[in-house]
């Protein structure tokens, strides 16, 4: 069983939730959100957010402590659907018994006006174990990894951008 190796970024002042599935090797590795160089959620926020100065924070090596910055000054909640399973490497397909994070600790603390689910296994799971807790529908976003080869950096700058609207 791996156990989620870290906490969610939010504040009082988040208003949008994004919600992965499960951190990456990598991630875990690195003890922060995409943390695989090729996972295109930096890049994609800096463009949502119009934050050119971040964007080319991320193309020098932007630190944890830079990203969570971007992200609360942007009002932006930061966590994933799933605390532990049993997975094979990054693979979301291979996630097995699942345990759901409690984020009503940020729903309770922040006036979250919208979750968004980054890819489709973030949305089935929060479908399965999140929604008949909150009881508030998550937008599906196309996923930023790099396995989501048939969405180009800019489509998904353009979905996120008219799904997202911050």
Not at 4 to 18: A, K, Q, T
Not at 149 to 161: G, H, I, S
Request: charged share 25%; aromatic share 10%.
């Amino acid at each position: 069983m791996t156990v989620h190796p870290f906490e969610p970024v939010y504040d009082s002042d988040s208003r949008i939730l994004i919600l992965g599935s499960f951190p990456s090797v990598k991630s875990r590795e690195m003890l922060f959100f995409y943390g695989h160089p090729q996972n295109r959620f930096w890049k994609v926020m800096a463009a949502v957010c119009e934050d050119e100065a971040f964007a080319c924070l991320i193309e020098n090596g932007a630190s944890v402590e830079d990203k969570k910055s971007f992200l609360l000054r942007n009002h932006v909640a930061l966590w994933d659907v799933i605390a532990s399973c049993e997975i094979t490497g990054s693979s979301d397909a291979s996630i097995k018994n699942a345990a759901p994070n409690d984020i009503n600790r940020i729903l309770k603390t922040a006036p979250i006006r919208a979750v968004f689910c980054n890819g489709n296994k973030a949305a089935e799971l929060y479908d399965r174990f999140l929604l008949p807790v909150t009881r508030r529908e998550a937008v599906r976003l196309p996923s930023t990894s790099p396995a989501n080869a048939a969405w180009t950096l800019p489509r998904l700058v353009e979905e996120w951008k008219r799904r997202i609207q911050l």
